[in-house]
């Protein structure tokens, strides 16, 4: 039997069905598991901050040469006997921060400084198998959204340097006159934890929002809060290693004085060390004066991010640089306490703290500003 014409109504009709059916599948399409990957970033983020508490704190306690070889498999076994104990004892007063520093140290004062470095590799070994467990479980069961495995595998090899930098920097600790590790070192492995921390932090944000409203927002970005809150990020970065700089060499325990040093501007005698470039690492009045100067201008450089990001008109990008500049002020009163205090461990380790919360806030208002979310007119 023909089949009866239908009007040009009906048509339009049946295809404006068959298109909205079409434009759901392909929104649906290669989005993957975005919610389950973001928690189990979240997990991650979570564990890279607790690493970077427990690594300043094994900094802080001169913990860090406590285990003088790197053994990234056998080494997840501690010692489990006596014997085991005076041979791991043994080792470390051959380096020359025990003999220069520690020499007559108490097999327990041992013990207390080998749980803190021990405790501190065996989390980085348990945040690889996390990475590894989650990635390999959505990637077998093909839930990574389109162009994100790349993304996760960054994370992973970034984590995998990390490591193998830990140990760059704890090998320069074992050389002949020094005391402690390479403060320069130190500052590449903070920072490296951090560009971690902040990589992390970035893709949970993005995850949080289908692709297709990303791509509807960032029409919405406000590219001059984009740039300064960018660049602000950057500049907290480079006093994230100005910090390490501080405490590689425990130049927060001199010149508890604050706003001078030592009575006067500058520190007393700041460039008596040579060839000239090693002042800038190694003498404690300097690399504490440049600290404190970084951290004066970034306060400003805050503030005017700050007044950029509170005149727009989303009412989330106002509140996330409002909370940013909230958390930099109080980042400022942890450093002149620390100093005040001559950086003990509890109050050293609040301020460290406190450089993590101030980076993700840095980089959650730079996402609002590239990303802003939806609101009403009425904001």
């Not at 860090?64 to 053994?71: A, D, F, M, R």
């Not at 003498?283 to 700050?306: C, E, K, N, S, T």
């Amino acid at each position: 039997m023909a089949q009866k014409p239908r009007s040009i109504f009906e048509e339009v009709g049946s295809s404006e069905k068959v298109v909205a059916v079409a434009t759901g599948s392909i929104d649906r399409g290669g989005q993957g598991a975005r919610g389950a990957i973001r928690r189990w970033l979240f997990v991650l983020f979570a564990l890279v901050a607790v690493m970077i508490a427990v690594g300043g704190l094994t900094r802080l306690t001169d913990s860090g040469l406590s285990i003088t070889e790197w053994k990234p498999l056998s080494g997840s076994v501690p010692p489990l006997n006596a014997a085991d104990w005076e041979a791991e004892f043994a080792a470390y007063k051959l380096i020359p921060e025990y003999v220069g520093q520690n020499a007559g140290m108490s097999l327990s004062e041992f013990k207390a400084i080998y749980w803190w470095e021990w405790g501190h590799r065996q989390l980085g070994r348990f945040i690889g198998l996390v990475w590894a467990i989650g990635f390999f479980w959505f990637l077998l069961r093909r839930q990574i959204p389109t162009g994100w495995s790349g993304r996760l595998v960054f994370i992973g090899a970034l984590g995998g340097l990390q490591g193998a930098v830990g140990w760059w920097m704890v090998s320069s600790g074992l050389r002949p006159g020094m005391l402690d590790v390479a403060s320069y070192r130190l500052a590449i492995h903070l920072g490296l934890a951090f560009v971690i921390l902040g990589f992390i932090a970035w893709y949970m944000m993005l995850l949080g929002r289908r692709e297709a409203d990303l791509m509807q927002a960032r029409r919405a970005g406000e590219g001059k809060l984009l740039s300064t809150s960018t660049g602000l990020m950057h500049f907290a970065f480079l006093q994230i290693l100005l910090g390490a700089l501080v405490a590689g060499i425990d130049a927060g325990r001199n010149f508890p004085t604050w706003p001078l040093m030592g009575g006067g501007f500058l520190p007393p005698d700041p460039f008596t060390i040579t060839p000239l470039w090693r002042n800038f690492f190694e003498d404690a009045g300097l690399v504490q004066f440049i600290h404190r100067m970084a951290g004066y201008v970034l306060f400003a450089f805050g503030i005017v991010v700050w007044l950029r990001g509170r005149k727009s008109a989303n009412g989330a990008t106002c509140f996330a640089f409002n909370a940013m500049l909230a958390m930099m002020t109080l980042q400022v009163v942890l450093g002149i306490i620390t100093v005040l205090y001559s950086a003990p461990v509890h109050i050293a380790i609040v301020h460290q703290i406190g450089a993590v919360a101030l980076w993700v806030l840095i980089i959650r208002g730079r996402y609002l500003a590239r990303y802003p979310l939806p609101q009403s007119v009425r904001g």
